[in-house]
């Protein structure tokens, strides 16, 4: 899915299959919990879901390699939270055996992607192949920068 059409370096984390997947599992949170009538508890599920891609996409916007994996692991973190609400709405019988299966198995498959891009800048840390600095000018923009 295109979520804009607008593009430059800082939204490149849109094209991260990770964040894309985190997104899903932020919506079907949401539809899950419909019928939650416990403002606290449902705006914890949702948020928890929601926390995921947005995390991945804060952790993009900064450019030192300790600060991106930080945002990783709260994703990572944020994952877990999920996945313990929806097994606490389950236990309950606010969602159904089937729906708990759904968000279960696309929190694992956004699990292991998150796992993936962890692994990632945790190599560039090792080899010390990271650039801390945006390139001077981007090359898709015609335009001068904003001053």
């Known amino acids: 899915m295109e979520y804009t059409k607008r593009r430059n370096l800082n939204r490149g984390y849109m094209k991260l299959e990770t964040w894309q997947r985190g997104l899903d599992l932020f919506a079907l949170a949401f539809r899950l919990s419909e019928v939650v009538s416990d403002f606290k508890l449902k ?21 030192s390699l300790p600060e991106y994996l930080q945002f990783l692991y709260i ?19 606010l969602i159904s055996k089937d729906e708990f ?11 292991n992607k998150l796992l993936g891009l962890i692994e ?3 190599n560039k840390r090792q080899t010390h192949d990271w650039r801390d600095t945006l390139p001077s000018t981007h090359p898709s923009s015609n335009n001068p920068p904003i001053r």
């Open 43 to 63: 705006s914890q599920f949702r948020d928890a879901a929601l926390s995921v891609s947005a995390n991945i996409a804060e952790g993009y916007g900064w450019r």
């Open 75 to 93: 994703a990572k973190g944020s994952l877990a939270e999920t996945l313990t609400r929806a097994i606490g709405l389950q236990t309950v019988g």
């Open 120 to 122: 990632s800048p945790e």
């Open 101 to 111: 299966v759904s968000i279960d198995q696309l929190h694992y498959e956004v699990e």
